[in-house]
């Protein structure tokens, strides 16, 4: 059974950094197109970045773009979402995801996705 369990997050100030984790079981996860995504109350879930099974290319949105730095660690089967200069407009639920099918268009859209983590809270604020 395929499972994501997310770790990090909580409360940082303005400028500073967070990094999430999410590992992967059940599958193994380089064959898998992997994404973050976030959501805030009332809004649609927002992709953050994401990776290209195929190649390895790495996707982000405008908003976080310079910003924050997705990566992987096959060997422990766990992405990583590094987060500097962390706004408050940054805060949110974020989630890891994974797809069996990766297609470039439709990186951005969680419909894309299989399976999900449980979310872990970020929050800025000074």
């Known amino acids: 059974q395929v499972q994501l369990v997310q770790s990090g997050g909580g409360l940082v100030q303005p400028g500073g950094s967070l990094r999430l984790s999410c590992a992967a079981s059940?599958?193994?996860?380089?064959?898998?197109?992997m994404a973050w995504f976030r959501q805030t109350p009332g809004k649609e879930r927002e992709a953050v970045s994401c990776f290209s099974p195929s190649d390895g290319r790495a996707f982000y949105s405008d908003s976080v773009k310079g910003r924050f730095t997705i990566s992987r660690d096959n060997a422990k089967n766990t992405i990583y979402l590094q987060m500097d200069s962390l706004k408050p407009e940054d805060t949110a639920i974020y989630y890891c995801a994974a797809a069996y099918n990766f297609y470039r268009s439709s990186w951005n859209s969680p419909h894309m996705y299989d399976f999900w983590g449980q979310g872990t809270q970020v929050t800025v604020d000074s």
């Open positions: 059940g599958y193994a996860l380089e064959f898998y197109s």
